[in-house]
């Protein structure tokens, strides 16, 4: 009896998940390990709004400085505020129990959380998913993480949205052009931002940009050797089929 209370309840915790997981759609993030001034400005944004609260624990700042062009003396004047060295780990000084105290929960080490979440889409459409909810604490809610403990700290660029934003799958359809376009952000504000939608989503895909580096920084490098590597298979083909010829003609 116990066996079968058990499998029902796996069974229904199991099917719920899925659906749960089935009905956030996410926004697409077009990010680019490539553009090496988004992940500058990433960086920079990343200090400036999250490093408060979010710590990158397995990334040193001169690791960042020679993966992304910088020198030594930008990353000091920009990119470290705290007692960091140029040779440290991205380590905040926020103590986890007075987080909990004043959040509900301690803020997740970053490095990481692209593989968790599964793609940086995750982290893309959360970051613009924040809204006006006067019953939480923080008098906001997110689209992707129902009654989060985190404030809506983009507030003063994005505004604060009036509902919750629809996201890209929101198909609106003009019954004059009959045309069918996928709309996604915030319908209506309550209070503006210093932002418009466009200039906020740049914002937020460099973050995003900076994020998913610094979860993969060997991408960098393997993205350039891959191109490499193509490079030389393709010198190497054509020799081959130049020396294949030169075999063969003697034999027709
Ligand atoms: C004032 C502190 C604070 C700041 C600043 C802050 N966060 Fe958070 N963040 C939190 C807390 C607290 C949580 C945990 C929320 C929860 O579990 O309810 C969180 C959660 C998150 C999560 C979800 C983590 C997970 O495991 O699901 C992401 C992603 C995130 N923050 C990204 C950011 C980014 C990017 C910035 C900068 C733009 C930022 N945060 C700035 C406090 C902060």
């Not at 390990?33 to 040193?60: F, M, P, T």
């Not at 939480?136 to 403990?149: A, I, K, L, S």
């Not at 996928?182 to 995003?208: K, P």
């Amino acid at each position: 009896m116990n066996k079968l209370i058990l499998t029902l309840l796996v069974f229904v915790s199991s099917s719920y998940s899925v659906a749960s997981g089935g009905a956030v759609s996410l926004d697409h993030a077009d990010i680019d390990l490539s553009d090496k001034e988004s992940l500058q400005r990433g960086a920079k944004n990343y200090i400036n709004y999250c490093y408060g609260c979010h710590s990158l624990d397995y990334v040193r700042y001169n690791r960042i400085a020679s993966d992304l062009d910088l020198t030594e003396s930008q990353v000091v004047d920009y990119l470290i505020f705290d007692e960091s060295k140029y040779t440290s780990l991205m380590e905040n000084a926020i103590v986890d129990a007075d987080a909990k105290k004043w959040f509900g929960a301690t803020p997740p080490d970053l490095t990481m959380i692209n593989r968790i979440k599964g793609s940086p889409d995750w982290v893309y459409t959360y970051l613009k998913g924040f809204y006006k909810d006067e019953a939480r604490p923080w008098g906001v809610n997110n689209t992707v993480f129902p009654d989060v403990g985190m404030p809506h700290v983009l507030f003063e660029l994005q505004g604060l949205c009036a509902h919750a934003p629809v996201s890209e799958d929101h198909v609106v359809y003009d019954s004059l052009s009959e045309n069918q376009t996928h709309e996604s952000g915030c319908e209506e504000f309550e209070i503006a931002g210093s932002m418009n939608a466009e200039e906020f989503d740049e914002f937020v895909l460099d973050l995003t940009n900076f994020i998913a580096y610094v979860g993969e920084p060997w991408k960098l490098k393997s993205h350039k050797i891959g191109k490499w590597v193509m490079f030389y298979l393709l010198v190497l083909l054509v020799f081959s089929i130049a020396y294949y010829r030169e075999l063969w003609k003697d034999v027709h």
